[in-house]
């Protein structure tokens, strides 16, 4: 969903209520990898010598299940697709952290370079941590603030109207 249009999104929500952003597999695998391959380098060339010397042999091994583990998160991401950023009627979702549309305050700017932008969610509460969107969920982020400022007015118009009555 986060390759589609605003307009797509628009009417999955109003189908659904409900607008599902998984993980991006080429976003989230761009920057990771370039870590990691720079590291795994640098430690394959030295991990024979950390093996054969009796005193780095436990870092050796170390080395070895910590690049283990990173992978099965880096795969196991790339799989599953999580963590989900999902709109709904109750609010806005980044995995396990959500900030309900009662408690949103405001949607920041796009901040950030090219290849690392952000979208803060802004609590009322200034004391709450703020909700914060990659592009590894959404490739045009200020299309997306756009759409979210929208169904955050939307929400916030039929809260009015139904405290009204």
Do not use: C
Request: aromatic letters at 10%; zero cysteines.
């Amino acid at each position: 969903m986060g390759e589609r249009l605003p307009e797509a999104w628009m009417v999955e929500w109003h189908r659904n209520g409900r607008v599902e952003f998984p993980l991006r597999r080429w976003s989230f695998i761009q920057y990771p990898i370039f870590l990691v391959l720079g590291y795994s380098v640098m430690a394959a060339v030295k991990l024979p010598d950390m093996l054969a010397d009796d005193i780095w042999r436990f870092l050796g091994y170390l080395v070895i299940l910590a690049y283990v583990g990173v992978a099965i998160v880096i795969i196991r991401q790339l799989v599953t697709q999580r963590p989900y950023v999902v709109v709904d009627r109750v609010g806005i979702h980044r995995g396990r952290r959500s900030m309900p549309w009662t408690e949103t305050g405001s949607i920041g700017s796009v901040t950030g370079a090219k290849l690392v932008r952000q979208l803060r969610l802004h609590p009322k509460n200034v004391w709450a941590k703020e909700l914060t969107i990659s592009q590894h969920h959404v490739n045009d982020l200020e299309s997306f603030r756009t759409w979210l400022s929208e169904v955050l007015d939307e929400h916030r118009r039929s809260e009015n109207s139904a405290g009204r009555q």
